[in-house]
């Protein structure tokens, strides 16, 4: 059922504050800001390192992973789409843990990979929105992301949740490890508490002007995301994003990398939205923005209030998101970047729960 809303894509990223909530919830306890024990069903304090592979959006949700417990937790991660991880005789040894993701939990590739991680002796989690999979089911520790049935093919609510998972998972590893101190720790909870109230009003807030952008932006045949940090992952969610549901091709790149080739590309036709809230990453992406600008290219740039104030660019448009911490940042740049993508297909006239040539469960190599 659609409810007000005119595609199950559309409801999905609208059910996302209140699914996260209670994501969270089976992590998170609200009034002690404290992990659950269910955050802790792998044993991350003597690790060596952790292997994460995934195909799709799923592994663009590890990537970011990647970024909290490499920062967080200082655990070495080794990722990679399972299409190569399975195959690429990766050496693997039991002083690692495998993570697999997938909200079918049936993805064929997937399931190679975490089969080969098992032969290799390494306590294997899952982070699945389908706890009866075979992914699942063949896993030590499943990770339910509780995100309910996710009925569009392009991913929406399915990645927060898998995001707020993967979060709730480097504070339990950065507290194993000892690499945060209590302090810090309630502090992130805190943080990761707060994120479905944020997710609501930005929703809310930006909608109206995301719509009308994805009108000009429907004008286009090519466009190119760029981000550093977190936000370079959210760049390729955003392109892989765009592309499934509206057919316009869509590269993402991380901001450092234009200068190594894309720049080339710029001109007045091809929009660049550029992801960059006000980080530590923030004026090292805006001078690539300079670059973008200084050809004639047109920019989208998504960020916060700081950010928006220290830049004076002009632009085709900037989306303006409230300013938060780091550890909750790519769900809530999540939320414009789908918003765009629907709308954009919508204008596009595609069939947006069904593109053309994908499958919700990819079950064949
Ligand atoms: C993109 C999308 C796909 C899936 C990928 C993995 O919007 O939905 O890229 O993320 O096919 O599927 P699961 O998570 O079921 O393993």
Redesign the pocket.
């Known amino acids: 059922d659609k409810g007000n809303h005119r595609h199950f894509m559309e409801k999905e990223i609208y059910e996302q504050p209140e699914i996260i909530s209670h994501a969270l919830g089976n992590y998170v306890d609200f009034a002690a800001k404290t992990l659950k024990p269910q955050a802790d069903a792998i044993d991350f304090s003597k690790l060596s390192g952790l292997a994460i592979s995934?195909?799709?959006?799923?592994y663009l949700a590890g990537l970011v992973g990647k970024y909290w417990f490499e920062r967080y937790a200082r655990l070495p991660v080794e990722i990679d789409v399972a299409s190569e991880f399975r195959y690429r005789e990766l050496p693997l040894s039991p002083t690692q843990a495998a993570l697999f993701i997938?909200?079918?939990g049936e993805?064929a590739d997937?399931l190679a990979s975490l089969r080969y991680a098992k032969e290799q002796g390494l306590k294997i989690g899952a982070i699945v929105n389908v706890q009866e999979s075979t992914i699942a089911r063949e896993s030590d520790a499943v990770f339910p992301i509780l995100a309910g049935p996710e009925i569009g093919?392009?991913?929406t609510k399915?990645f927060t949740c898998q995001l707020a998972v993967l979060a709730s998972l480097a504070i339990g590893a950065a507290r194993a490890r000892g690499t945060i101190d209590a302090a810090a720790e309630k502090e992130m909870i805190g943080h990761l508490i707060e994120m479905p109230r944020i997710m609501s009003r930005v929703l809310n807030a930006v909608q109206p002007q995301v719509e009308a952008l994805s009108r000009d932006l429907s004008r286009f045949k090519d466009v190119l995301y760029l981000g550093r940090g977190t936000s370079y992952p959210l760049a390729l969610e955003g392109a892989?994003?765009l592309k499934?549901i509206s057919y316009i091709h869509a590269e993402g790149y991380a901001a450092g990398e234009l200068k190594h080739g894309p720049i080339a590309l710029i001109d007045e036709n091809m929009p660049v939205i550029v992801i960059a809230p006000y980080d530590r990453f923030f004026d090292k992406t805006v001078s690539n923005m300079q670059e973008v600008a200084a050809r004639g290219g047109k920019i989208i740039f998504i960020t916060d209030e700081k950010g928006a104030a220290a830049t004076k660019l002009p632009t085709m448009a900037t989306i303006v998101l409230p300013e938060v911490d780091e550890v909750i940042s790519p769900m809530i740049y999540a939320l414009p970047i789908q918003l765009l993508a629907y709308h954009t297909a919508v204008f596009m006239g595609t069939d947006v729960d069904q593109p053309r040539n994908l499958a919700k469960?990819?079950t064949v190599e």
């Open positions: 995934a195909c799709g959006t799923a997938s909200q079918s993805t997937t093919v392009a991913s399915a892989l994003k499934e469960s990819v």
